[in-house]
């Protein structure tokens, strides 16, 4: 999400203030895909927001020396990094803006995208200041784009990317589950927390399968997100963040080295 898109996200929680919301084989396989160029494509997720420390001149897109994709590079020292990832980008954008980099150089390539598409920003504003009725049928609503409208928009884009980078190992990154449920926690109700990780896995399982599809990699980061959820002891995401709207449900730091960079390091 772009911050500029949030303009109505801050007012709306400033009006619901009263919810209270408080191995060798990857080894060798990523030192093969350092021999040539990386491409770091997709939303915010990938570009760290939520991680602190943006380069300054990515301006709107707020890529972050913490994010996964500028750990991988230092790591592992390719031929080549773009970071081309950007706040609030959808697969449309993508397509207009971030392939200007692929070429048949190009050996890696990681992507996250398809939460803007299916209206993550608007979902969550809905949750956070709605009932429980309201926050579910916003939900069904996102879940039907996700199973009518995104795979094919996920094919576009993952067909130019083939177009462009035909030699390229593609690693193709979901997203965490929120919540860690069963767990004392202000904010929002069990049943909304619920419903939004149950969203989540739809999300990851839509993409998984036109990833797979396309013989690409699936990169399943609920896995290592998994004990560092919203309501954890130790959570790896944002929950509101007044500080900086902008961050809000996105991963933090340690999201970033923890939860996707080992599974770029094992998808690579």
Known sequence: MRRSRLTGFVTSLLLAA?????????????????????????????SG????SYISSSGDCDRSTKAYPYLWNAAHSPSSFAFNACSGAKTDDVLAGQLGSLNSSTSLVSITIGGNDAGFAD?????????????LSRINTARAYVANTLPGKLDTVYNAISAKAPSARVVVIGYPRFYLLGQTCLGLSETKRSAINDAADYMDNAI????TAH????????????????????????????????????PTASGQSGGYLPVLNNAA
């Open 208 to 211: 998984k399968a036109r990833a």
């Open 18 to 46: 009263g919810l209270g919301l408080t191995g060798a084989a990857s080894a060798q396989a990523s030192s093969t895909a350092a021999t040539g160029g990386y491409v770091a494509l997709g939303d915010s997720y990938s």
């Open 123 to 135: 979902v969550m504003t809905t949750c956070v200041t709605s009932s429980d009725s309201t926050c």
């Open 215 to 250: 013989n690409f990699v699936f990169g399943d980061v609920r896995t290592t997100f998994s004990g560092h959820e919203i309501c954890s002891g130790d959570s790896w995401l944002h929950s509101v963040n007044w500080l900086d709207i902008g961050e809000s449900y996105h």
């Open 49 to 52: 927001v939520g991680a602190g």
